[in-house]
């Protein structure tokens, strides 16, 4: 009877003895606090680089004030090639369903004779098709004017963008003037550089 019950005993024993280890084991190869530690780091990053997105969304187009003077007008004729379903370019072009757009730059808006606009252009940043009105309404016309006729779902890259306005200045018998450092400066955000002769003088 003794003989068994010294059996039993060695058995519990060492079955306690293996089940230690193994937990002992298994925490050496996995960390919970380690693998929990990176999973909220991953969590946080991720978190942190949509909540930059939706900021970069809510402040809309890039400007391209400073890319006008060299952006490639031929790239832009070629990215244009999309709206001719809508729109003529030709000087005295007939309207399609979008107005035509020989001398769109610095034309009042809602202003071609014979088409019939929505009258919510003017609605959002002043009357005129300036450079930046035409680069925030061809980024995403229905955020720019919400009743627009205008079903194009937009152009987001900047270059893009460049590109469409400079070939858009070109047709024009005489090209609106390229926009002055201080109002690209002002649109940027960046500070201009004081010009040569300014520089010396000081």
Request: include cysteine; glycine fraction near 8%.
């Amino acid at each position: 009877m003794n003989m068994r019950s010294n059996i039993a005993l060695s058995a519990l024993v060492c079955a306690g003895i293996i089940a230690w280890l193994s937990g002992f084991a298994s925490r050496q190869l996995v960390d919970p606090a380690e693998i929990t530690e990176d999973a909220v780091k991953i969590e946080v990053a991720e978190t942190t680089a949509a909540a930059g997105a939706d900021t970069a969304k809510k402040d809309g187009p890039e400007s391209i004030l400073a890319l006008l003077e060299t952006a490639d007008v031929d790239r832009g004729q070629k990215v244009a090639k999309a709206c001719a379903a809508c729109h003529t370019f030709d000087k005295g072009g007939k309207n399609g369903v979008g107005p035509n757009l020989y001398g769109v730059v610095g034309r009042k808006k809602q202003s071609v004779d014979g088409f019939a606009f929505s009258g919510k252009l003017a609605e959002n940043g002043g009357d005129t098709w300036t450079y930046s009105e035409l680069s925030h309404f061809i980024y995403k016309p229905k955020a720019y004017a919400a009743g627009t006729k205008m079903t194009y779902a937009g152009l987001k890259k900047t270059e893009d963008r460049a590109a469409v306005v400079a070939y858009l200045r070109t047709l024009a018998d005489t090209p609106s003037p390229l926009p002055p450092a201080a109002e690209i400066a002002a649109e940027s955000g960046v500070e201009p550089e004081a010009k040569p002769e300014e520089k010396s003088a000081e």
